[in-house]
């Protein structure tokens, strides 16, 4: 894999998921990695991690993690992060653009009609899924014309090409696709390149917990560990053509295939259909 040691990255909603394997991963490579997330102690989540310990494991395997806690919903916090790297760096290589935030009650992973939800699941789904990203990188791009270079890679989903779960899922992650796109061309005389990524199943604590509640399909085993999305963000950062594919949508099982680097346990995951036991 790459090495990027000296590079400055942030990931944004890295306490768990597939922020925190990105975050291990970048670390893996030898690059200082800002990460944020809201949860700065265990037990306040439903669900395992924070981000302090994620920056721990980051300085562990050869980087330096440094846990930021910030709440992507409140544009004061995202300013004062971008900042601090600022001040405490002077540039950023990398931005992951991943924070996303799932509405209390039900999860959208069960499904059912938009009606059957409170209005107030297309604000927290686009408010943090889609308006941060916008937000985070306002704040970066500045520093990477400064440094007339920089990579953006917006955490998308196969919800931006067909349904998947929730209107308003779909209409977010659809609304990063074209963010991506439309920041790839303002970007075009810069040397800043910007793409979407589309993970497959990934076996996030989250999912995995809906797994064993009967609330998702078993298939999810046949998915990707959240540090095989972290290996492409690495490979693709490394590739010196980047920017050639500047606006793009990305398949991570893809770029697994193309740059030659394997999940965790040594596997190469399938396509979608194959991980959902669809083929």
């Not at 950023?92 to 924070?99: F, G, Y």
């Not at 955490?155 to 067909?162: D, H, K, L, M, V």
């Not at 075009?188 to 076996?203: A, E, I, L, M, Q």
């Not at 893809?254 to 083929?279: A, C, I």
């Amino acid at each position: 894999m790459s090495s990027l040691s000296g590079k400055i990255a942030v990931v944004t909603g890295a306490s768990r998921g597939i922020g925190k394997g990105i975050a291990l991963e970048l670390g893996a490579a030898g690059a200082t990695v800002y990460l944020t997330g809201r949860t700065v102690k265990e037990g306040t989540s439903p669900f395992p991690g924070t981000i302090g310990a994620t920056a721990e494991e980051v300085t562990r395997l050869g980087g330096k993690g440094i846990a930021i806690q910030c709440d992507h919903g409140v544009d004061e916090e995202v300013i004062a992060l971008f900042q601090r790297v600022r001040e405490e760096q002077g540039r950023i290589d990398i931005l992951v653009n991943n924070v996303f935030t799932s509405p209390e009650g039900r999860s959208l992973l069960e499904g059912g009609g938009f009606w059957e939800f409170p209005i107030s699941v297309w604000d927290d789904v686009i408010h943090v899924g889609c308006r941060s990203h916008y937000v985070a990188s306002h704040q970066a791009v500045p520093m990477m014309i400064e440094q007339k270079e920089g990579l953006i890679v917006n955490i998308s989903s196969f919800a931006g090409a067909a349904y998947a779960f929730n209107l308003a899922y779909g209409v977010g992650k659809s609304a990063l696709d074209r963010m991506s796109r439309d920041m790839a061309y303002e970007l075009r005389d810069h040397n800043v390149t910007c793409v979407s990524f589309y993970p497959g199943w990934v076996k996030t604590e989250q999912l995995l917990q809906r797994v064993a509640e009967g609330k998702a399909p078993a298939s999810v085993d046949k998915g990707e560990s959240p540090r095989f999305s972290g290996r492409a963000v690495v490979a693709f950062a490394g590739d010196p053509k980047r920017f050639e594919r500047s606006g793009q949508v990305l398949i991570v099982n893809e770029l697994g295939r193309e740059y030659g680097f394997t999940d965790v346990d040594g596997s190469q995951p399938g396509s979608l259909p194959e991980q959902m036991g669809l083929v």
